[in-house]
């Protein structure tokens, strides 16, 4: 287990497989409050941490699986969340709608995957916050910054202090933003990259990528992770220089470059990703919805 001091009482936790999905990294903070920040490390971390560390506030980040499947383990911590992704933390089939219609077979697909995979549960939620709300937790002040996007509940964390910021799932991994869910906003998504910009933090941690040093450096990382929705859009406005209907757009596997297993998920999450851009380029005068499908009508200026 991957156990780094970012600064006094603030410590950077590495989850499995260095974080990558389907595990996710941590914040904790060990303060006279004692707060871990979302709970997919992986079983074998998590019960190490309790071992060690008396564990009194789960911060949830979203209500995404991956951040919150071990919540279960914490039988003695309060469990907190945005108010807008509560429901979807306390009731697997409130995510499940999220990824789509309950009697859809994909979301059926999903519902075993979360079981076999996660075994992913209902979860309490004893604390809904809001954008702003500062967890008082001793020495550290940690400040909540709604971040809606990827979930529409989904937060950043920020310490201004020591300029420590826990992005969460705006996680600057190589893939880029990840919308695939119905509650998911690109325009959100744009807001909230600039939003945390602004915040000129020294030291970032993502769930996925870990850790990231230098307020410079964040700042290209954040540009570069913001400019792969504006590079996703290009790519559609240039496929649709010739007509083609959705699903032509979606076979083209524009976001996820090809499908890896189970191919009808991946696909089901490019689809609604591709929906989410053609209603900005539609929107933006860059795409024109035609009998058959959708076609282009000028040159991309995303």
Aim: proline share 2%; with cysteine; charged share 30%.
């Amino acid at each position: 287990m991957r156990w780094i001091e970012l600064s006094d009482k603030v410590f950077f936790i590495e989850g499995e497989n260095h974080g990558r999905y389907p595990f996710s990294n941590s914040l904790f903070i060990d303060d006279e409050v004692k707060a871990l920040i979302d709970t997919g490390l992986g079983k074998e971390v998590i019960k190490r941490i309790l071992k060690q560390k008396r564990v009194d506030l789960i911060i949830n980040s979203h209500c995404h699986e991956d951040h919150t499947c071990c919540n279960y383990l914490f039988e003695n911590a309060k469990i907190c969340c945005h108010r807008f992704d509560a429901s979807a933390v306390r009731s697997v089939n409130e995510l499940l709608k999220r990824y789509g219609p309950l009697e859809h077979e994909v979301v059926e697909a999903i519902r075993v995957f979360l079981k076999e995979m996660f075994g992913l549960r209902n979860s309490r939620v004893d604390f809904e916050f809001e954008d702003g709300y500062v967890f008082d937790l001793g020495d550290v002040k940690l400040k909540v910054i709604h971040t809606p996007g990827h979930s529409i509940g989904h937060c950043c964390f920020f310490i201004p202090d020591v300029k420590i910021i826990f992005l969460s799932d705006i996680d600057l991994t190589s893939f880029g933003p990840w919308y695939g869910c119905l509650d998911s906003d690109v325009d959100q998504f744009i807001d909230s990259i600039n939003k945390v910009k602004k915040l000129s933090a020294e030291i970032a941690v993502t769930s996925h990528k870990g850790i990231i040093m230098g307020r410079d450096v964040i700042e290209t990382r954040l540009n570069e992770y913001l400019d792969k929705i504006f590079e996703r859009e290009r790519k559609v406005v240039d496929f649709l220089k010739d007509e083609h209907t959705i699903d032509e757009i979606v076979n083209k596997a524009i976001i996820y470059g090809r499908f890896r297993e189970p191919k009808l998920v991946f696909k089901h999450f490019e689809k609604i990703m591709i929906e989410k851009h053609l209603h900005r380029l539609i929107r933006n005068g860059l795409v024109l919805e035609t009998k058959r499908g959708f076609k282009s009508i000028m040159k991309a200026k995303v």
